[in-house]
């Protein structure tokens, strides 16, 4: 194993195989694809059953060497004290929250969040979990629906699609004074633009298909813990988990009721893909948050559009407060048309973009928020989250500004 220096964000990342001890000295962790993991000693193998071996595995459903090695990439991004991985962002935060909340709790949850993350929202309430969605840019709104059995606040950083940015520090404060769990998504920002230990969540959610892979090419999801939330004092955890540091039964808990008993696997050929992507998660964020950018304030400008959605515009409600916590916008823009008729044909009249869902490739991505995404969602909730029949979501990639404000230059004059 080589001597770590004190070094920045990105030399972590890309030297952090062969400084975590990768094998024959290998650059990246090798693809462990083995499914059973066998001990010379029975008492080994129980040692890893019953969680009291520092390192072991038994049965990849649980992990591998290769999950455990991104897992502490993403634990070393967050600033964490540990991490587990997940086939999805969707089957980490479905692994969260249907084990560490029960029927009778209570949820506060912005209303600013992913389409799919708002249909969890539904399946909770029907397994018994009161939700209550805020307009959680504001910490005041958030304290208003709190409640005796509240146990979680979960936010958003970025919100996909209209970009609204919590109270991210006046809702951190309140979760500390109340005890609360406090989870967020950090998708969007990344761990790179910004980290939510930095105002007291206690767990952070990372859909890794998105910023970290950053290439369209795995699926995967992340929670980690920060190490800020005092777990002995949370009521939910089962008592086959109350031991040793509380600090770590959190984690434990998901991982053996959310991981191994539902099953959300990360294959290992997945996790190598991510982790490899993720060495230039600091370079693609910053390109494609400078695109953003320029791209938003073309866009604003333009006769034809009625109102664009963007942290780092001076226009956006929370312009300050992205200012203060973010080290960039990141590659989400949405706007919205004052011809709603024309949506559809702009988007077909545009080159470069790929009409395709999902976010954070290295291509840019487009599509009509209201047809497709937010569609099942009905017109009164796409209304209560701010969503016209106009808007559009880009996800920026890697191409050059230039080429891309010419191709806009060109659909919007058509």
Not at 118 to 139: E, K, M, P, R
Not at 193 to 215: C, D, E, Q, W, Y
Not at 331 to 349: A, M, V
Not at 371 to 397: Q, Y
């Amino acid at each position: 194993m080589s001597t770590k220096p004190a070094v920045d964000f990105t030399t972590q990342i890309v030297h952090a195989d062969r400084w975590g001890g990768a094998e024959k000295g290998a650059i990246h962790q090798a693809i462990h694809s083995s499914v059973q993991y066998g001990y010379d000693q029975v008492e080994d193998l129980i040692a890893v059953f019953q969680g009291t071996a520092k390192v072991g595995y038994n049965y990849a459903r649980q992990g591998t060497p290769t999950t455990a090695a991104l897992e502490a990439k993403i634990t070393q991004m967050e600033g964490g004290t540990g991490s587990i991985a997940f086939s999805t962002g969707m089957a980490a935060l479905c692994a969260m929250f249907f084990t560490l909340l029960k029927a009778g709790d209570h949820l506060v949850a912005s209303k600013f969040v992913f389409g799919n993350t708002n249909s969890v929202f539904g399946t909770l309430a029907d397994l018994g979990v009161q939700v209550t969605t805020v307009d959680a840019t504001g910490a005041a709104q958030v304290q208003a629906a709190v409640r005796p059995n509240t146990r979680m606040v979960f936010v958003e950083t970025i919100a996909n699609p209209g970009t609204q940015v919590p109270d991210l520090e006046g809702i951190g404060a309140l979760c500390r004074d109340k005890g609360l769990l406090y989870v967020v998504d950090n998708t969007v920002a990344s761990p790179y633009l910004f980290r939510p230990a930095t105002v007291g969540a206690g767990l952070v959610m990372n859909s890794l298909t998105k910023s970290i892979g950053g290439h369209g090419d795995a699926l995967g999801g992340a929670i980690t813990d920060t190490g800020l939330f005092d777990w002995a004092g949370y009521p939910n955890i089962f008592e086959a988990y109350r031991k040793g540091d509380p600090k770590g039964w959190g984690l434990q808990q998901v991982r053996k009721k959310g991981l191994r008993d539902m099953g959300g696997t990360l294959a290992s050929h997945s996790a190598h893909q991510i982790a490899v992507g993720a060495e230039t998660l600091a370079l693609r964020m910053e390109r494609s948050s400078a695109t953003a950018l320029a791209l938003a304030q073309w866009l604003e400008q333009h006769p034809a559009v009625a109102k664009v959605h963007y942290p780092l515009l001076p226009s956006h409600p929370q312009y300050a407060r992205a200012r203060k916590h973010f080290k960039a916008g990141s590659w989400l823009l949405s706007f919205e048309l004052k011809d709603p008729g024309d949506c559809l044909p702009l988007c077909n009249r545009l080159r470069l973009p790929i009409k395709a869902t999902g976010l954070a490739d290295t291509r840019t991505l487009i599509i009509p928020v209201a047809h497709t995404i937010f569609w099942e969602a009905g017109p009164e909730v796409r209304a209560n989250m701010g969503i016209g029949d106009s808007m559009i979501r880009l996800s920026v990639g890697l191409e050059d500004a230039q080429d891309l404000l010419a191709d806009f230059e060109q659909a919007l004059a058509g």
